[in-house]
């Protein structure tokens, strides 16, 4: 599935379960993403650094499918990542598509919030919350400044001392 971006005007959306989204893309995971999810697999079973510091779900080899992925619904549904949660919004530091306008967050800062068409589920059911998913965008961003290999190498060698 390719991406494709419009800017967030709040899009009505309505997951259809088609597991496409879960197919196609590097989920990054915040420290927070993974002790969640620690609770049902080890952290070695499911991360893996991509480039050199993000951290993100591992991707089954044959289908570029999330290992958390059965057929076409989510495993970890209930505790799934931040920007599993954020989808099909998509949130970025800097401005996507020409002419966007940034959306600010409760401690001031400015992100971009756009929507990817490409999903089935977008213009179907209800209207994105705009005040949901900013408050989900500050809490990523905040996360993601936390998240990386010596946050989750600290966090495993305090796991085994307990």
Known sequence: MKERLEEFTNQRFSCLECGECC??????????????????????EFIVIYGEHKLVLYRREWNSGCIFLSDTRCTIHAMKPLVCQLYPVCISEKPLLEGSSPVTLKDGSEMYMYVDCSCSGVGEGEPLDEEEIKEKAFLLSMSMQSTDIGALIDWVEDEKRI
């Open 23 to 44: 197919c196609s893309r590097n989920v990054p995971v915040t420290m927070e993403d993974i002790k969640r999810i620690s609770r049902v697999k080890g952290p070695d």
